[in-house]
C-alpha cells in the first residue's frame, strides 16, 4: 500500500486498494423477511435510414419486488423515442457514431429511472403511513394495504459495473452530457437511504490481483513509466497471468460469503468527485459474483452487510442470478415482434398527421419477402 501511495502516479495498470485483510471471509447475514428489491435495464431500437422513420427507441425495465409486505409487484417498461434532429446528430460533433451515443445515453437513463423508481416507493410507503395515522385517529380507514414502517429494507441493484469505462474515451462535451445525471440519480438514492448497488456476473476483473503486482515488481520501485513503458506485452510482475480475481476468490470463499472490500482506483473514478466505488467478491453458490457499491454504502457496515444479503437472497430465488435483474431485462427486451409494432404505430400516427410519401426505402422491402 505504501508503494502504491507513493508511485500511483508511475503505475501504468490500476490496482485496488484493499480496505481489509486480504484474508477476510466474512459470511453474508440472511436478510429480513421484509424488504424490498428493485432495477432498472435497459434495450433500444437503433435507428435505420431504410425504416419509416429515423429515429431510436429506448426501453427502460422496471421491476419492484415487495417481500412479506403482501403488495403487488411492479414489471413493466418505460419507452421513449428519440426523433429531434439535437438527438439524433449531436453526437457526430464528437465523431461517435449514433448507435454508440445511443448506448450512453441508455446508461443515464437506467440510473435516472430507478432514482425516480426508488422515490416513488418510499412516496408510496409515507402515503400509507399517513393513512394509517388517519385511521388510528378515527378518520377515514386507509385505503392501501401497506402495513409496514417507512424504514423497511429495501436494495437497488443494475446489472453491470458502476465503473464507466467508456467515458474514458468520450470527448470533455459528451461526457459532460452522460455523467452528472447518473451522478444526480445516485445522489437521490443516498438522501433517500437506499443503496445501488451493480452486479457483475463471470467478471473478468484483475484489479485486485494486480495489487499483488506491486510486490512482484523485480524493480527496486513500481515506475511502470520508466521500467516497463509498454504494457501490451507481458511484463515481469505478470506472475499470475492469465488468472482473474474471480479464480483467486473461489479457493478461498465458501458460499454465502465475501472477500476483503477493495476500493478501486480506476482513473475514470476521478471525475466521479467523492462518490467513490467499492467492491467486493461474493460466493452466491453458482459462481464468485463482483458486487459494487459507492462510497457512503461501503462505509456504513449496516448498511453494507443489509445490502449484500438481499442480495444474495435474489440470486437465490432467481437460481443462479438476481431474479429482479433477470426480470427487469425481460421487460426491457424489444424483440422482433416489438420492433414491427412500433415502426407500423409510427407509421399510422405519420398517416394521420397527413404525411405522404410514407413508406419505407426499397431495399428493406426487398429483404422483407423473397421473390423465390
Not at 44 to 56: L, T
Not at 348 to 358: E, T
Request: charged letters at 20%.
Amino acid at each position: 500500500m505504501q508503494r502504491q501511495k507513493q508511485w500511483r502516479d508511475r503505475i501504468l495498470f490500476s490496482t485496488a486498494v484493499p480496505m481489509e485483510p486480504l484474508n477476510t471471509c466474512i459470511d453474508l447475514p440472511v436478510p429480513p423477511k421484509t424488504h424490498t428489491v428493485l432495477a432498472t435495464d435497459g434495450s433500444q431500437i437503433a435507428p435505420n435510414h431504410h425504416e419509416i422513420a429515423y429515429c431510436y427507441l429506448l426501453n427502460i425495465g422496471r421491476v419492484v419486488l415487495h417481500y412479506g409486505q403482501n403488495r403487488q409487484p411492479l414489471l413493466d417498461s418505460l419507452p421513449e423515442v428519440f426523433y429531434r434532429p439535437e438527438d439524433l446528430y449531436i453526437s457526430r460533433q464528437w465523431g461517435i457514431r449514433a448507435e454508440e451515443w445511443m448506448g450512453y445515453r441508455r446508461t443515464a437513463s437506467e440510473a435516472t429511472v430507478l432514482a425516480e423508481l426508488a422515490a416513488a416507493v418510499v412516496g408510496s410507503r409515507e402515503q400509507g403511513a399517513g393513512s394509517r395515522e388517519q385511521g388510528e385517529q378515527g378518520g377515514e380507514q386507509p385505503i392501501t394495504n401497506y402495513q409496514l414502517p417507512i424504514t423497511t429494507p429495501t436494495l437497488a441493484m443494475v446489472d453491470g459495473s458502476l465503473i464507466y469505462w467508456f467515458l474514458e474515451q468520450l470527448p470533455l462535451e459528451a461526457r459532460d452530457r452522460i455523467l452528472p445525471p447518473i451522478l444526480t440519480a445516485w445522489e437521490q438514492l443516498k438522501a433517500l437511504g437506499i443503496p445501488i448497488m451493480g452486479y457483475l456476473s463471470a467478471s473478468r476483473s484483475m484489479e485486485s490481483l494486480n495489487f499483488l503486482r506491486l510486490q512482484a515488481c523485480i524493480h527496486e520501485v513500481p515506475d511502470c513509466a520508466s521500467f516497463c513503458p509498454n504494457q501490451i506485452e507481458k511484463v515481469p510482475c505478470q506472475v499470475l497471468e492469465p488468472l482473474r480475481d474471480a479464480a483467486l476468490w473461489s479457493i478461498q470463499l465458501q458460499p454465502g460469503q465475501r472477500s476483503t472490500l477493495w476500493r478501486s482506483s480506476a482513473r475514470i473514478l476521478e471525475l466521479y468527485g467523492d462518490c467513490a466505488i467499492y467492491f467486493c467478491y461474493i460466493h452466491v453458490g453458482t459462481e464468485i459474483a463482483r458486487v459494487e457499491v459507492p462510497a457512503w454504502v461501503a462505509e456504513d457496515e449496516t448498511l453494507l452487510n443489509q445490502s449484500l444479503g438481499l442480495m444474495l437472497a435474489q440470486v437465490q430465488k432467481g437460481y443462479g442470478y438476481p431474479v429482479v435483474l433477470a426480470e427487469a431485462h425481460n421487460q426491457a427486451v424489444v424483440r422482433g415482434g416489438d420492433r414491427a409494432r412500433f415502426f407500423a404505430m409510427l407509421e399510422q400516427q405519420m398517416i394521420k398527421a397527413g404525411l405522404r410519401n410514407v413508406g419505407i426505402s426499397y431495399k428493406e422491402a426487398r429483404k422483407r419477402g423473397s421473390i423465390a
